[in-house]
């Protein structure tokens, strides 16, 4: 391989996007209808603006409560966005899908 080839090769990796991993940690607290409809908001907007790119895990404060003093969860549900950093809070039943995208900072695929 060339010089010449190396530069190109290197420039279009370089040019490709690097597709972030979205790690999301929604707290609830059973299986109430408003946690249902945040997951569920939560699964929609990931499918559609996260496609493949995102991890959700669920954690049921009445099954585990000491999990809320890490992520000082203070209300619920809760969503914690953990990567990509910096981390960042939604409160509610994500059902304001222009907030939870401003909120979660999800720019645009271009």
């Given amino acids: 391989m060339t010089a010449s080839q190396k530069k190109k090769t290197a420039e279009a990796q370089q040019s490709e996007p690097v597709e972030e991993k979205w790690m999301l940690r929604l707290y609830v607290a059973g299986q109430t209808p408003k ?10 907007i990931c499918e559609e603006h996260l496609a493949g790119r ?3 895990e669920v954690v049921d404060l009445l099954i585990n409560p000491k999990l809320a003093k890490d992520d000082q969860i203070l209300a619920l549900p809760t969503l914690v966005r ?5 981390i960042k809070k939604i409160i509610g039943d994500l059902s304001n899908t222009e907030r939870v995208l401003v909120g979660l900072d999800v720019r645009p695929i271009s």
């Fill in 35 to 44: 946690s249902i409809t945040a997951f569920t908001n939560l699964k929609k």
């Fill in 54 to 56: 995102y991890q959700i």
């Fill in 82 to 86: 953990k990567l990509p950093e910096p």
